[in-house]
């Protein structure tokens, strides 16, 4: 049958989009390598274990060579794999999409300010403001629990010695006793519709927030919950 060339090139136009539509659907349905990057990054940079991390800027690069990241579908749901407070190193990603689960191999990089010992720091000692320098830059030697809200670092005792410049990291710290072993305390025990004050003998150290046991003037052992000021509470209603 004959067709004329208009309709003939029409036709064979049509034929090829046909034909080459689910490619360029698949095309289109693949995020980019630098959307991916954007999207992963930002989950990074939100997943954070503390507050205080907000201060940390993170950067990735994907390690997952390009052609496997091909059969994504255009919205992957994204989750960080695994424990997320190391700052730096190599980490995973689960692309989700419907059923079907891919991980993605991501590098991280991080910088931030970290708090550093400015002079020598005893076992015992309360540390305050003036023990301590910021230090501003790559985190990716540093050791894991490094510390970077002041706040969380003063009127803490160092529990083992800290150098001039070394970082100061969660394990080398407690908080400082509210309560010593051996204090005489008040304690404040509350029950339904009433109240008792005592004193008692702390036989425990124990910081605010803290379960401290006692031993009371009568000798009977009980347990209480050492208050900011100082003090003891013993809820009886429990």
Same mark, same amino acid.
């Given at each position: 049958?004959?067709?004329?060339? /208009?309709?003939?090139?029409?036709?064979?136009?049509?034929? %090829?989009?046909i034909?080459?539509l689910?490619?360029?659907?698949?095309?289109?349905?693949?995020?980019?390598?630098?959307?991916?990057?954007?999207?992963?990054?930002?989950l990074?940079? %939100?997943?954070?274990?503390? /507050?205080?991390?907000?201060?940390?800027?993170?950067?990735?690069?994907?390690?997952?060579?390009?052609?496997?990241?091909?059969?994504?579908?255009?919205? /992957?749901?994204?989750? &960080?794999?695994? #424990?997320? $407070?190391?700052?730096?190193?190599?980490?995973?990603?689960?692309?989700?999409?419907? #059923?079907?689960?891919?991980? =993605?191999?991501?590098?991280?990089?991080?910088?931030?300010?970290?708090?550093? *010992?400015?002079?020598?720091?005893?076992?015992g000692?309360?540390?305050? *403001? #003036?023990?301590? @320098?910021?230090?501003?830059?790559s985190?990716?030697?540093?050791? *894991?629990?490094?510390?970077?809200?002041?706040?969380?670092? &003063?009127?803490?005792?160092? +529990?083992? +010695? =800290?150098?001039?410049?070394?970082?100061?990291? @969660?394990?080398?710290?407690?908080?400082?006793?509210? &309560?010593? %072993?051996?204090?005489e &305390?008040?304690?404040?025990?509350?029950?339904?519709?009433?109240?008792?004050?005592?004193?008692?003998?702390?036989?425990?150290?124990?910081?605010?927030?803290?379960?401290? $046991?006692?031993? +009371?003037? %009568?000798?009977?052992?009980?347990?209480?919950?050492?208050?900011?000021?100082?003090?003891?509470?013993? #809820?009886?209603? @429990?």
């Open positions: 049958m004959f067709f004329p060339r /208009p309709l003939y090139t029409a036709a064979i136009s049509l034929l %090829s989009l034909f080459y689910p490619a360029f659907d698949a095309i289109a349905a693949t995020p980019s390598v630098e959307t991916l990057k954007t999207h992963i990054t930002a990074v940079n %939100s997943h954070n274990e503390r /507050p205080s991390d907000s201060a940390i800027t993170r950067t990735i690069k994907i390690l997952t060579p390009a052609e496997q990241l091909s059969s994504l579908c255009a919205t /992957p749901e994204l989750s &960080v794999a695994g #424990n997320n $407070r190391r700052l730096t190193g190599n980490k995973s990603i689960i692309a989700q999409c419907g #059923n079907k689960r891919k991980f =993605i191999q991501i590098s991280v990089q991080a910088q931030g300010t970290w708090w550093t *010992a400015r002079h020598g720091i005893k076992p000692s309360v540390i305050d *403001a #003036n023990d301590i @320098e910021p230090r501003s830059g985190l990716d030697r540093l050791p *894991a629990g490094l510390i970077f809200d002041r706040e969380s670092i &003063v009127g803490q005792t160092a +529990t083992r +010695t =800290i150098n001039k410049g070394q970082p100061v990291v @969660e394990n080398q710290l407690r908080k400082g006793w509210s &309560v010593v %072993s051996g204090q &305390v008040d304690v404040l025990a509350t029950g339904e519709g009433f109240q008792i004050r005592i004193k008692a003998k702390a036989l425990d150290s124990a910081a605010a927030g803290q379960p401290v $046991r006692l031993s +009371t003037r %009568s000798g009977q052992i009980v347990t209480g919950t050492v208050t900011p000021d100082g003090k003891v509470h013993i #809820n009886l209603k @429990e």
